[in-house]
């Protein structure tokens, strides 16, 4: 194993016992060789080129270098290339920082990546005229879901244009309400119908045409007939009340 930017050395090698029959010099002669092996020197064919090379990183002679090796041999720190014994035992594979740095950069860009894709996935949600249009449609189908049947012998047009100016859903009951107030009016349905277009109202109440006879105006009576039925849909609005009168 070389070309280590760095390797493990362990703190227990001051109380080793192989390093303790060692002179001091020869303690840091193992340490420099221990560098050798992870620079991948000691790796390198064995001839006497790379002996040279090894005794000037030492500092110390050929014929020096000769004996260096043979006193850490005969304590079994190193073999015969002067490579340190159980090296591959004490230095991981993982400790390779080249390999290290490959795979997180490696596991950043697959990262990137992936958000990219998330992003270019989802998008960002924006209200836009088609999203207004589908919502529309949905609430115009939904009142049409719930939307009363047109009684019988109605007229076509009156009845559309009472679905188109109703701002609520005209349900069964609300028809049912409206025709009870028309017929306590005196009233007939399409009249009634008829008047609350007329005045914009969204409802019918027999209260609010007081005085009035079938949508007919009374000569005499039909001015006070107006203002009562006015001053009862003012009254509605006074009350606070939100709800549609039918």
Known sequence: M???????LYHRIVDDEKLRLLAFEDRWHF??????????LLDTPNDNLR?????????????????????????NLVDENLSPVA???LQYKSD?????????????????????????????????D????????????????VSAAKPDGFCDQLWKDWKNHRKAAFTETALKGIE????????????????????????????WVEGKKNGAANRTTGQRGNQNGFAAALRYVADGRTDEPF
Request: aromatic share 6%; hydrophobic share 30%; proline share 0%.
């Open 31 to 40: 340490v420099a060789l221990c560098c050798l092996k992870a620079d991948g």
């Open 96 to 128: 390779n920082s080249t390999n290290r740095v490959k795979k997180y950069r490696e596991k950043q860009q697959y990262n990137a990546t992936k958000r990219e894709r998330n992003v270019s996935v989802t998008g960002q949600d924006t209200d836009t």
């Open 2 to 8: 070389s070309g280590l930017q760095w390797f493990r």
């Open 180 to 207: 009870r107030e028309a017929a306590k009016a005196g009233w007939t349905l399409e009249a009634a119908i008829t008047e609350a277009i007329e005045r914009g109202w969204q409802g019918f109440k027999s209260e």
């Open 130 to 145: 088609t999203d207004t249009e589908v919502n529309t449609n949905v609430l115009t189908a939904k009142r049409r879901s």
């Open 51 to 75: 002996s040279r090379k090894i005794a000037v990183k030492l500092g110390v002679q050929l014929r020096e270098l000769d004996e260096i090796g043979r006193r850490l041999q005969e304590v």
């Open 87 to 89: 090296w591959d035992e």
